[in-house]
């Protein structure tokens, strides 16, 4: 498909970073951002922020233990399944290393990464931080760390700011993560394909 060379098509992703299935979305969305890029298209994501468990107080507990705790003990073969398929995509989601961890200032850092440009370095650095590396994304050391490996010298989004944008992702009625749209059009809920992600992307960069 044809695309105008000044058209910058706008994908909007609301997702957490503790949520397997907007890592694979997210995995499978660049694949198809980079070949847009490669045609010499022009995409810009924008990343608007999601708690699964925003009244939680998780200070690195193990994970497999708070979900079995919250879900039951059904949950530990469907994490094994999950990590299975996530293979395919490239993807480990270590279940046994991986900690429970609030996602607050994890959002701050991929917003102070937006406002560098640096957005998508940030949203894949701490998807595999907490799903492969089995860091404890809530603590303050590690964000650095994190911080200072992707270009951003300093985590200094404005809380406020991040309150707001979480509120109005709430009040927009979004209940569940991933949700992905494209040029503000109908957003699509869910793991969808690397296919569907580039159908989607090439109608909105013609």
Not at 82 to 110: P, S
Not at 151 to 160: F, L, S
């Amino acid at each position: 498909m044809e695309q105008s060379e000044d058209r910058t098509a706008t994908v909007e992703f609301v997702l957490d970073v503790i949520c397997a299935a907007s890592y694979i979305a997210y995995v499978r969305l660049e694949r198809a951002i980079e070949r847009v890029r490669a045609d010499g298209g022009k995409v810009e994501v924008v990343f608007r922020p999601f708690q699964l468990a925003p009244d939680a107080a998780f200070d690195g507990e193990p994970l497999l233990e708070v979900l079995t705790g919250m879900f039951g003990k059904h949950v530990v073969a469907e994490t094994q399944q999950a990590a299975a398929d996530a293979v395919k995509d490239g993807v480990t989601l270590d279940y046994g290393r991986a900690v429970a961890a609030d996602t607050f200032e994890a959002h701050r850092l991929i917003q102070s990464a937006a406002s560098r440009g640096l957005g998508e370095a940030a949203v894949e650095r701490l998807f595999r931080a907490h799903f492969t590396d089995g860091l404890n994304i809530a603590d303050p050391a590690t964000l650095q760390r994190l911080a200072a490996e992707i270009g951003v010298d300093a985590n200094d989004a404005p809380a406020d700011r991040l309150r707001a944008d979480l509120a109005r992702v709430r009040a927009g009625g979004i209940r569940s993560v991933p949700q992905i749209s494209f040029d503000g059009g109908r957003a699509l809920a869910g793991t969808q394909s690397e296919t569907t992600y580039a159908k989607a992307l090439q109608t909105a960069a013609a």
